[in-house]
C-alpha cells in the first residue's frame, strides 16, 4: 500500500514570511496528489491539488510542486497571514477507487 | 459549488446504544463517498468506501458488523456505529467525490460522536 510521510510536524513562521511542508510518497504509481486544510474542529477543506503529469501548480499565495522521480511533493505558502494557522495534511491517492494515503499533518501558527 | 454536509455535528450517547451519523452532497451526486475516523491530534484513517446501490468495503481492522454503512442514494450516505463503547468515541468524517473528477474528495465538517 502506499505509505505518505509528511513533515515537519510542527511549524511557527513570522506573518508575511513563507512555509514550506514537503511529503514523501512511496507508490509509484500515485498520480494525484492533494492538500487540505482543517482548522480546529472542522472538516477537511481541499487547498490545491497536483496530479503526476504537472511538476507545478500555484494559486494565488499556495503553491505545490511535485517531483516523481524523487516521489515527493511540497506545499509552498507565501506572504502568510495569521489566518493562515491551521493544520495542514498532504495525500496521494492510490488503488482504483481513488482512496487517499493522509500524512501526519503539520500544525503551522502564523504569529503576527 | 462541491459542498458536502453531515449531521449531527455533535453527539453524545450512552455505552451500548447505537449512533446514525448522515452524510450528504449538497450540489452534486455521489456514486462514492467515504468514511475516516480521526483521533485527537492525529491524522484521518480510512474506515470505509461507500457506492451507492452495493456493499461498502471495509478497510483492514474496521469491523463491518459494528460500522454499518448504508448509501441509498446519490446523495447520501450514513454511518451507524452500533454498540457504542468509549473507544468509539472521536471525530468521524465523511468525504464525497464529483463526478467527473476521480480522485477530488471533498469533505464535510465532521461529527463529533462521544460515547459515555
Known amino acids: 500500500g502506499e505509505n505518505v510521510e509528511q513533515h515537519p510536524s510542527t511549524l511557527s513562521v513570522q506573518e508575511g514570511d513563507s512555509a514550506v511542508i514537503k511529503c514523501t510518497y512511496s507508490?509509484?504509481?500515485?498520480?494525484?496528489f492533494p492538500w487540505y486544510k482543517q482548522e480546529l474542529g472542522k472538516g477537511p477543506q481541499l487547498i490545491i491539488d497536483i496530479r503526476s503529469n504537472v511538476g507545478e501548480k500555484k494559486d494565488q499565495r499556495i503553491a505545490v510542486t511535485l517531483n516523481k522521480t524523487a516521489k515527493h511533493f511540497s506545499l509552498h505558502i507565501t506572504e502568510t497571514q495569521p489566518e493562515d494557522s491551521a493544520v495542514y495534511f498532504c495525500a496521494a491517492s492510490y488503488d482504483s477507487w481513488g482512496k487517499l494515503q493522509f500524512g501526519a499533518g503539520t500544525q503551522v501558527v502564523v504569529t503576527p | 459549488g462541491a459542498v458536502v454536509s453531515q449531521h449531527p455535528s455533535w453527539v453524545i450517547c450512552k455505552s451500548g446504544t447505537s449512533v446514525k451519523i448522515e452524510c450528504r452532497s449538497l450540489?452534486?451526486?455521489?456514486?462514492?463517498m467515504f468514511w475516516y475516523r480521526q483521533f485527537p491530534k492525529q491524522s484521518l484513517m480510512l474506515m470505509a468506501t461507500?457506492?451507492?446501490?452495493?456493499?461498502?468495503?471495509?478497510e483492514q481492522g474496521v469491523e463491518k458488523d459494528k460500522f454499518l454503512i448504508n448509501h441509498a442514494s446519490l446523495t447520501l450516505s450514513t454511518l451507524t456505529v452500533t454498540s457504542a463503547h468509549p473507544e468509539d468515541s472521536s471525530f468521524y468524517i465523511c468525504?464525497?467525490?464529483?463526478?467527473?473528477?476521480?480522485?477530488?474528495?471533498?469533505f464535510g465538517p465532521g461529527t463529533r460522536l462521544l460515547v459515555l
Open positions: 461507500s457506492n451507492e446501490g452495493s456493499k461498502a468495503t471495509y
Open positions: 507508490d509509484s504509481a500515485s498520480n494525484y
Open positions: 450540489d452534486f451526486q455521489a456514486t462514492t
Open positions: 468525504s464525497a467525490r464529483p463526478p467527473g473528477k476521480q480522485e477530488t474528495q471533498y
